[in-house]
């Protein structure tokens, strides 16, 4: 069935640091690709979205790249704060109105 | 901005208990899902509801959970009898409409069942 992979946390890196957060997906078709932040005691907000390959979706200093042929949406941002602690979630969608299917979550710590 | 809200924010049962969550959807959308996130594990998919009937649901979507949109503007979750299993995050997302593919999700409700 369809899935998203995502490397491994907790990661913590220092402030301005570089982020890379990497995620693979397993899907037919032409499915649309979705980063979600979780900060911490809140719900899940979108951070940026890709629905064609090639695609770069971006906001807030994030951004992801919709590559077909390595089926990847990496997430990366090029000097990170320490408000941006907390838990991101790739994730795909089918069709515009099918359940979204998340990857288990990368929790990410920036220190001062 | 226009978002999804939930209420309560937080609902402690005890075992074998109904429980109803509640969800307030954006109001021109018309698509809407429940997904739940036990604590420290993925967001998974419950169920997804469109006019006026379920349009998938998953294998924890079991007999003992129901939807409902009794009104124009209430989503709801009810769970028949609620198991310590049941402790989760839940969240209520709604879409705009066919060809519009970004849920917006709200901000949760805690279920914990003693």
């Known amino acids: 069935g369809d899935s998203v992979t995502q490397m491994e946390g907790p990661v913590t890196l220092s402030e301005e640091a570089f982020l890379t957060i990497n995620c693979t997906y397993t899907?037919?078709?032409?499915?649309?690709l979705f980063w979600y932040v979780q900060y911490p005691g809140e719900g899940l907000q979108l951070l940026l979205k890709?629905?064609?390959?090639?695609d770069k979706g971006s906001n807030k200093g994030f951004e992801a790249t919709y590559r077909k042929e390595t089926t990847s949406f990496h997430l990366e941002k090029g000097s990170v704060q320490v408000s941006d602690s907390a838990v991101y979630f790739c994730a795909l969608s089918k069709t515009s109105y099918d359940k979204v299917i998340f990857g288990p979550g990368t929790s990410l710590s920036v220190i001062p | 901005e226009p978002e999804v809200t939930q209420t309560p924010s937080h609902q402690v049962t005890q075992m074998g208990q109904e429980v109803i969550l509640r969800c307030v959807p954006i109001?021109?959308?018309?698509?809407f899902y429940w997904y739940r996130q036990i604590l420290g594990q993925k967001v998974e998919f419950l169920v997804s509801?469109?006019?006026?009937?379920?349009?998938?649901k998953s294998e924890i979507f079991d007999d003992q959970f129901s939807v409902e949109r009794p009104d124009g503007s209430n989503f709801t979750l009810k769970i028949r009898s609620t198991k310590l299993e049941d402790s989760a995050m839940y969240f209520c997302?709604?879409?705009?409409?066919?060809?519009?593919?970004?849920?917006?999700f709200g901000p949760g409700t805690r279920l914990t069942v003693l």
């Open positions: 997302a709604s879409s705009e409409a066919l060809g519009i593919d970004t849920q917006y």
């Open positions: 890709a629905t064609k390959a090639d």
């Open positions: 899907a037919t078709g032409y499915p649309s």
């Open positions: 509801f469109y006019n006026n009937e379920i349009s998938e």
């Open positions: 109001s021109n959308h018309l698509y």
